[in-house]
Structure formats: C-alpha cells, structure tokens
C-alpha cells in the first residue's frame, strides 16, 4: 500500500528486519529526509560519519550500507532509480530559514516534522542525527569543498527502496526547504514491503 507524505510534513514508523522501505518521488524534483534508529535501543541511530568512513565516498546507491552511530548497518540500499542522494546536510529547521534564508516567519522544517514524529517512540529533537536526503541533490567543488543546494535530478515515479538488517524506527518527511525542491512544494510517497 502507498502512503503519502503531504508537502512540508513528516511522520515515524516501525520498520521490522527484513522489510523494505521503498521511498517515491510522484511529482519529481522533491527530496525526503530520513532518519533511522534501532527499535531495541533508539540512542543507536544512522551516521553519516560513519557510512562515509567505512564506504570512503560521500554519494551512495543501489548495494551500498547504512551504517549507525555503533557502525552496525541498520539498512542497505537495494534500489535506486537516480543514484545521487546527500548525507551532508543536517534537516531543515527554522533556525536555517532563519540564518541562511533570512525569513522572518520561518517554517519549522524537516528537523520540526522530525522530531513531531519521533517524539512518541522516545527519541528527542536533540537526538536527530543527520538525515539521509532521498534525491537531494548537493554538488561538492572537489577542491575548495563548497557545496550547492541544486534541484533534484529525481522524475516523477523516481524511487530508493532500503532493507532493514535490523528492527528499525524510521522518520521520513516530504522536505520543507524550497531551495531543495525547486520551490515547488510536493508530496513524496512510501510502501513498505515484505522480506
């Protein structure tokens, strides 16, 4: 069954092991944050640092792992029908419409979605980690290392799907940030399916 994640919104989730999330982007051109924690002992969360250590690469796609914050791989990549993704930038919030955007009356983003969402499976808005950005698209300039917030390369019906290696909690939004979607604000959409 296909849910839908309204635009600027979020929400939380089991996801037991062996299931697969499939992540869709409907319209195209709109990113999905997501977070993912160990059910059993949700202080064990997903970790860029980590991923990026053990992987020694920034961009990840079909076959790669997701490793936590105890590098145990929480999920593996097992389809990816666009191959660039970010693992740089922290969610959204209204601190960063705030500061980089300079909005007076800033949404409170992906972070707020999050952290919304978490709340009831005990995790605190402190304990978010950084997300990893289905279709955000975040060029690096390999020698001064400045970085671009640039449309996604996503098309409409463009998906990612993750298999759990363990009991997960997964937070997973449709993502606030015009700059991220090309000031279109979409929906994205989810299934989970079995092992």
């Keep these: 069954m296909i849910v839908e994640i309204p635009p600027r919104s979020g929400?939380?989730?089991?996801?037991?092991?062996?299931?697969?999330?499939?992540?869709?982007?409907?319209?195209?051109?709109?990113?999905?944050d997501l977070l993912a924690f160990n059910a059993e002992d949700v202080a064990e969360a997903l970790s860029n640092g980590r991923t990026f250590d053990y992987l020694e690469r920034i961009y990840l796609t079909s076959g790669d792992p997701l490793y936590s914050n105890r590098s145990t791989i929480l999920a593996r990549i097992t389809e990816d029908t666009v191959g660039r993704h970010d693992f740089l930038l922290t969610p959204c919030s209204a601190d960063t419409f705030r500061i980089l955007y300079g909005d007076a009356h800033p949404h409170h983003?992906?972070?707020?979605n999050l952290a919304q969402a978490l709340a009831p499976f005990g995790i605190a808005a402190d304990a978010l980690p950084c997300a990893f950005?289905?279709?955000?698209?975040?060029p690096v300039d390999g020698e001064t290392g400045r970085i671009k917030v640039l449309p996604p390369l996503s098309r409409p019906g463009d998906h990612l799907t993750i298999q759990a290696e363990i009991d997960l909690i997964i937070g997973l939004t449709a993502c606030s940030a015009g700059q991220s979607n090309n000031f279109r604000y979409k929906p994205i959409h989810y299934e989970i399916l079995p092992p």
């Design 11 to 32: 929400t939380a989730f089991r996801l037991a092991k062996g299931e697969s999330l499939r992540v869709i982007d409907p319209e195209g051109e709109q990113v999905a």
């Design 109 to 112: 983003g992906c972070f707020g």
């Design 133 to 138: 950005n289905v279709f955000m698209n975040v």
